[in-house]
């Protein structure tokens, strides 16, 4: 009897902390409302002239396109580009500096 009450009262639990809060999307969705905005031009008198208003756009070409922070954005092929290093020494099938010789690791002590 114990056993089945426990039961119970585990299920009521679970069903009551399942149901306990309501998604945000649902409550959002349904508050969004169309908003119509109306242009109205004012009336020009017959002895003015009417000035044409420039809004000027800056536009920056830059070989390297930037995220917002500043750095360079790695999506773009010309940012991927590697920076080629001329190794000192013998180097391995891959391509990377030999660490067993000497002219190498007096090449990475420097540069480090």
């Known amino acids: 009897?114990?056993?089945?009450?426990?039961?119970i009262a585990i299920a009521a639990f679970g069903l009551t902390t399942a149901f306990a809060?309501?998604?945000a999307t649902a409550t959002k969705a349904k508050t969004v409302a169309k908003k119509e905005v109306k242009t109205t031009t004012a009336p020009v008198k017959a002895g003015e002239k009417q000035e044409a208003k420039k809004v000027e756009t800056k536009t920056t070409?830059?070989?390297t396109k930037v995220k917002a922070d500043g750095t360079p954005d790695k999506r773009f092929k010309e940012n991927k580009a590697k920076a080629v290093t001329k190794v000192a020494g013998p180097t391995k099938k891959d391509g990377t500096a030999d660490m067993r010789y000497k002219a190498n690791k007096a090449a990475t002590a420097k540069k480090n």
């Open 61 to 63: 070409t830059t070989a």
């Open 21 to 23: 809060q309501t998604p």
């Open 1 to 7: 009897m114990k056993k089945l009450l426990s039961l």
